[in-house]
């Protein structure tokens, strides 16, 4: 088992930053990808970007590119999102999931990843 803790949620103004971190415990070594989606009410769930933890390869959904940085840091088996010029459709519920994927295509594919944080609340205003 693995286990997922998202932080760092909150309340921004747009144009605004936030840092979300994804803390693993547990068979970490049993995933090698982390990655983020995002929920919003009355949308599916969407893809937002995914690093490999060993190699460090990332990937980023066209809405993130430019704006959001993943980033790990393998001491403290955490990962980040960095988000910089948050807008209003940012707004959602951020979860992290870890998966063991060995495509670069497949990261942004919800059913590839295994276990899944509880998600963190990111509201951005106008």
């Known amino acids: 088992q693995v286990q997922l803790v998202e932080s760092g949620g909150g309340l921004v103004q747009a144009g605004g930053s936030l840092r979300l971190s994804c803390a693993a415990s547990?068979?970490?070594?049993?995933?090698?990808?982390i990655g983020w989606f995002r929920q919003a009410p009355g949308k599916e769930r969407e893809f937002v970007a995914a690093?490999?933890?060993?190699?460090?390869?990332?990937f980023y959904a066209d809405s993130a590119k430019g704006r959001f940085t993943v980033s790990r840091d393998s001491a403290k088996n955490t990962v980040y999102l960095q988000m910089n010029s948050l807008k209003p459709e940012d707004t959602a519920v951020y979860y992290c999931?870890?998966?063991?994927?060995?495509?670069?295509?497949?990261?942004?594919?919800?059913?590839?990843?295994?276990?899944w944080g509880q998600g963190t609340q990111v509201t951005v205003s106008s």
């Open positions: 547990g068979r970490t070594f049993s995933g090698n990808v």
């Open positions: 999931a870890s998966g063991n994927i060995a495509y670069i295509g497949a990261f942004g594919v919800d059913r590839r990843y295994d276990y």
């Open positions: 690093i490999n933890r060993r190699g460090g390869t990332t």
